[in-house]
């Protein structure tokens, strides 16, 4: 029995306005899916189909004839593992479709209803995916495998939830050799420049977990539905996949994309040691809370090759971060954000506008922070609401969105029931200005610094020199 595990193509959203963005790395949750299944003997094979256009999905359905497909699924993306699923029962009516992800595992009732899906992997998927390939090839029935969703006779079974993988070093390195790194070049906003004397754009750039989960509880996040209890991997073990992928494929850049890397501030310490004594010639960054910083914590991150870390802030106003149940206050951000940057490492702000409680003033809260702390990198989205969020709910209530929008292929809706989409657009405008304000004053502090040493000014039209009331044209931009 052959077992083909898809990440699905990239839909384009550009008609929707939504930009077309290509991803940085390889698929994670496919590739763990893959070496799970490999380790207990299966024949299985992983391909991150994100540039295949349509018809070479099929020609790849075709060439492979597997008899189980599996597709993993986001919400943004749901109309593409959708279309995956019906070419694949095009291609062999009689294959087994078993799909997995956070969106069918909050709507599986849907998806089981309007989709040609037999299976629904509910929430972690490493032990679920052995215990039902174990019933496929006939050894078992489905109704035995707890954490999983299917029809039968007309009829949604959902069978009993599934505990969780609570030694995560059980779970074998994803099968990163089912992938050409080569192919990913959506170009990670902070590889730039130079960092310890490695120019970063020249960096193997990959993907990490070291942990699941998160201990916070954001009304816009569906990770605590999805993956509940915060879970991490020892330091040894995380540290073992590192050297490995240095080794074997060359990888420079880590990029650890836990949901908040610094609960645990011992854990953060001995992976960094580890990394150290490995001698591991590396960069990382890592995204995380502003109330898990200790300054004795970023001495080693930075020793062992942390070049930036990005702070789940979403506004630095005191209002919105209660109405969001952030849990996190202005004081704390502005700490963060200053001590790390005072350690020598780059900040970047995450930040999101238009959730409950915002207003003009709310949001001038944020660009005075912006102002106050100088981040080196700020990302700004707009609210948008997604099934298994708090604010989903309060937006259903409120007759913003009902669950047949999923139905469509249409990009999550923004959270317009207190403030209209103009105005989140406005608002996204203001701070992102303000954050090009400050590159602007520190770009003229700088000419003006060359000015008085050297008597140069870079100008609109060109460079001159001035000294004593003497202007010198020595350049002209053409």
């Known amino acids: 029995m052959k077992t083909l595990l898809i990440n699905p193509p990239m839909y384009d959203q550009r008609k929707y306005g939504k930009p077309f963005i290509l ?39 075709e060439k492979e ?26 291609v062999n009516k009689d294959c087994t479709v078993i799909m997995g992800g956070i969106h069918p595992t909050i709507m599986y009732e849907q998806v089981l209803e309007h989709w040609p899906v037999d299976i629904i992997v509910l929430g972690e998927g490493e032990e679920t995916i052995k215990e039902l390939m174990i019933c496929l090839e006939g050894k078992r029935a489905w109704e035995d495998v707890h954490g999983i969703a299917y029809k039968h006779q007309g009829k949604t079974i959902k069978t009993p939830p599934r505990q969780l993988i609570h030694n995560m070093n059980d779970i074998p390195f994803p099968a990163y050799k089912y992938f050409d790194f080569n192919r990913y070049t959506g170009g990670y906003e902070i590889l730039k420049g130079t960092w310890n004397g490695k120019q970063l754009e020249n960096l193997r750039f990959v993907p990490i977990i070291s942990t699941r989960g998160c201990v916070g509880s954001c009304q816009f996040c569906s990770t605590p539905f999805f993956w509940q209890k915060w879970r991490t991997r020892t330091a040894k073990n995380v540290v073992d996949e590192m050297e490995f ?27 960094c040691k580890e990394i150290i004594d490995r001698k591991l010639d590396i960069v990382w960054d890592c995204e995380t809370r502003v109330n898990f910083i200790w300054e004795d914590m970023l001495e080693w991150m930075i020793k062992s090759g942390c070049y930036c870390i990005s702070f789940g802030v979403e506004s630095a106003s005191e209002t919105v971060l209660k109405a969001i149940k952030k849990k996190t206050t202005p004081e704390q951000i502005e700490h963060a954000i200053k001590l ?5 490492m780059k900040t970047k702000m995450l930040l999101m506008v238009g959730n409950p409680g915002e207003d003009d003033h709310t949001v001038r809260d944020t660009t005075r922070m912006i102002e106050t702390v100088r981040p080196d990198f700020v990302s700004v989205s707009e609210a948008m609401v997604f099934p298994g969020t708090e604010l989903y709910e309060l937006a259903k209530q409120k007759g913003l969105v009902t669950d047949d929008f999923w139905l469509t292929d249409r990009p999550a809706p923004y959270f ?5 989409l103009e105005k989140l657009l406005e608002w996204s405008n203001i701070i992102m200005s303000a954050n090009a304000g400050i590159i602007g004053k520190t770009l003229r502090r700088l000419r003006n610094i060359l ?28």
């Open 23 to 61: 991803p940085y790395g390889p698929p994670l949750g496919i590739a763990y899916l893959a070496s799970t299944l490999e380790k207990h003997g299966f024949d299985v094979k992983a391909i991150d189909m994100f540039d295949y256009s349509w018809e070479k999905v099929r020609q790849t359905l």
């Open 65 to 90: 004839q597997p008899n189980v497909v599996g597709i993993t699924c986001l919400t943004e993306q749901r109309a593409s593992p959708l279309e995956v699923a019906k070419l694949s029962k095009t």
């Open 245 to 271: 992928l240095t080794k074997d494929f060359g990888c420079g850049f880590f990029n650890f994309a836990d949901d908040i890397f610094t609960v645990n501030k011992n854990r953060v310490v001995d992976l």
């Open 340 to 344: 790390t940057k005072q350690m020598g």
């Open 416 to 420: 317009t029931i207190e403030n209209n």
């Open 451 to 478: 000015e008085r040493s050297t008597g140069l000014r870079v100008t609109g039209e060109g460079i001159e020199y001035r000294k004593n009331g003497l202007v010198k044209r020595l350049v002209t931009w053409t």
